[in-house]
């Protein structure tokens, strides 16, 4: 649970530094979810706090037009039919 709680936190790279500008996320209306958002990294990225999350273990996203995409951003199923066309090439050539 903890790692997809890191997965959708979008600011990490504020978290790398563990400091904020002025104004975190300064294009954002001032808003319940930008205040979750905020006191979120600042909790998981305090190291005397309950819910630290350690830098070695902590994912970055990025958003692009309101959603998630993985490090390496292609198709989920095309990286599984990837994976599954190695695995199972050399019992059927």
Same mark, same amino acid.
């Given at each position: 649970m903890?790692?997809?709680?890191?997965?959708i936190t979008i600011i990490i790279l504020y978290a790398s530094s563990n400091a904020f500008s002025e104004q975190a996320l300064p294009s954002w209306n001032d808003s319940k979810p930008k205040q979750s958002i905020i006191s979120f990294?600042?909790? %998981?990225? /305090?190291?005397?706090s309950k819910s630290y999350?350690?830098?070695?273990?902590?994912?970055?996203?990025f958003d692009n037009d309101g959603t998630l995409w993985a490090e390496q951003p292609i198709y989920f199923q095309l990286a599984? %039919?990837? /994976?599954?066309i190695?695995?199972?090439?050399?019992?059927n050539p």
């Open positions: 903890r790692k997809f709680i890191a997965l990294v600042e909790e %998981v990225t /305090d190291p005397n999350v350690k830098p070695e273990e902590r994912i970055a996203v599984f %039919v990837s /994976d599954r190695k695995e199972l090439a050399p019992a």
